[in-house]
């Protein structure tokens, strides 16, 4: 069947069976490999993306679930050439990566949980029970909850 | 992943036909249970009916005396609502503590009640709240929609379309998560209710039950101290490398307590 997608602003169109999925589509029709398969069993988040606004596992939908739908990647975070997202900053800067597996879905999920907490504190807590969903291997999360505190005060002008 | 077909459908009707032409169809929420379950092989139907366009499907309204909330509504819209946050708080907290954010921006209510699994949440505020199902074919009470581990009253085809819950006088939810997937190892729904008090436990045993030495009690007084001396059997409750059936037994007393706790 055929299907289109807006991934990262862009139109994409291509040919997936029913059963492909839309991390298949994303990294192996696309091409574009920075959504990580970590698991494949909807448990760690290293597929997470956003599908209109919210974060979602790229592992745990249909590419056809996606048809008409408007998509973004780490991929679309910054531009190519340009500085990084704050977000991505704010990791480099608090140790928040060692082996970077998990990073593209942790900055996902970090961007949405900025979005979904506009206007209110994001304490520790509120970082770390939103993060539910996302496993690390290698950090042991304090970097990880740091550089979303850190990065989610440089997104609001603060810094 | 076998092969299947793929089917959108835009409205009840065309879901239900996509169903009767089909060999051996299935619909499809949100997707996560089915497609984890597609994933290991555990099922191979011939056609996944989509009901993701079905906009009547979704929604939230408050009416009087309930909460309307459509089959398709995900658990991130209930937990955010500021309508069902006013009229039932301990339901946007029950929506808000499953899964995680991601699974929670796609997981359905519909979808949660028709796979029932011993370990969901919902089942626990729909026999805790004495909600009432509806469906393409019936208007059915939470206490007969649960039938047993995996099961409901739902025949082949048959939709689940909303779930009005009524608005009770106070009600809590707490529960005792699976560390890694946050299922409930044993959750406890108690309700003060315009019918009585209602003590629903999900997770503990095969489908959600209600334990009828609580309500009494808690009916004479709505303490936690009512109920600190009633214990319920471990005979059928489940037990896996999570938890024991004795553990269990023992965790039904400990969250029903924080529930009433809770609601005071
Ligand atoms: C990592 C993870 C963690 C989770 N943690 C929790 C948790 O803590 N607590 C909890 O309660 N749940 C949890 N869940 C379950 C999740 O929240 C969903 O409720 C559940 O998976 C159902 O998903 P869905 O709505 O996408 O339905 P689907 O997976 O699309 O469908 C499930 C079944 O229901 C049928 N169905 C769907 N909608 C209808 C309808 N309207 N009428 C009739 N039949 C229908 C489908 O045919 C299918 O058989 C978790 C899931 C995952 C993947
Ligand atoms: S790869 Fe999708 S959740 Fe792990
Ligand atoms: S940095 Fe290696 S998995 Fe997180």
Redesign the interface.
């Known amino acids: 069947m055929q299907i289109s997608v807006t991934i990262n602003g862009k139109q994409e169109s291509g040919e997936v069976e029913p059963r492909t999925l839309l991390v298949e589509f994303i990294r192996y029709q696309l091409g574009l490999t920075g959504t990580h398969v970590g698991c494949d069993t909807s448990q760690c988040g290293a597929c997470t993306i956003h599908m209109n606004g919210k974060s979602v596992k790229a592992c745990t939908l249909l590419a056809a679930q996606a048809d008409g739908q408007d998509i973004q990647t780490i991929e679309g975070v910054a531009p190519a050439a340009g500085p990084l997202h704050p977000m991505q900053e704010a990791f480099r800067d608090n140790h928040g990566l060692q082996c970077g597996f998990c990073t593209p879905g942790m900055i996902m999920s970090a961007l949405a949980m900025v979005e979904r907490h506009k206007g209110e504190d994001l304490d520790e807590q509120t970082i770390r029970e939103e993060l539910e969903g996302n496993l690390c291997r290698c950090t042991g999360y304090h970097g990880i909850v740091k550089a979303i505190a850190a990065g989610a005060k440089a997104m609001q002008g603060g810094s | 992943?076998?092969?299947?077909?793929?089917r959108?459908a835009a409205s009840l009707d065309d879901a239900q036909k996509a169903f009767e032409s089909a060999d051996d169809g299935t619909y499809m929420a949100g997707?996560?249970t089915l497609?984890?379950t597609?994933?290991q092989r555990l099922a191979s139907p011939s056609d996944?009916i989509?009901l993701?366009g079905i906009d009547d499907l979704r929604g939230i309204t408050v009416d009087g005396d309930n909460v309307i909330i459509g089959a398709m509504t995900c658990h991130?819209d209930v937990a955010a609502s500021a309508d069902v946050q006013k009229a039932i708080p301990a339901l946007a907290h029950l929506a808000s503590l499953i899964?995680?954010?991601?699974?929670r921006?796609?997981g359905t209510l519909g979808g949660s009640i028709a796979n029932n699994d011993p370990a969901a949440d919902y089942p626990g505020a729909l026999v805790g709240l004495g909600a009432t199902v509806h469906t393409t074919n019936k208007t059915v009470s939470a206490d007969e929609f649960f039938t047993g581990m995996f099961e409901t009253t739902l025949d082949e085809g048959e939709l689940v379309t909303k779930v009005s819950f009524p608005i009770p006088e106070k009600a809590a939810y707490q529960k005792f998560p699976n560390p890694?997937?946050?299922y409930s190892v044993v959750g406890a729904f108690v309700a003060k209710t315009k019918d009585g008090i209602r003590v629903a436990i999900t997770g503990a045993g095969p489908t959600v039950f209600r334990v009828p030495e609580m309500e009494q009690a808690l009916t004479a007084a709505f303490t936690a101290d009512a109920i600190a001396d009633i214990s319920v059997p471990a005979d059928d409750l489940n037990a896996d490398l999570h938890a024991s059936a004795e553990y269990r037994a023992h965790l039904i007393g400990v969250m029903a307590k924080r529930a009433v706790a809770d609601c005071s």
Request: overall charge neutral.
């Open positions: 992943m076998y092969a299947f077909e793929y959108k997707g996560m497609i984890p597609l994933k996944v989509d993701d991130a899964g995680d954010p991601q699974v921006n796609r890694a997937s946050r």
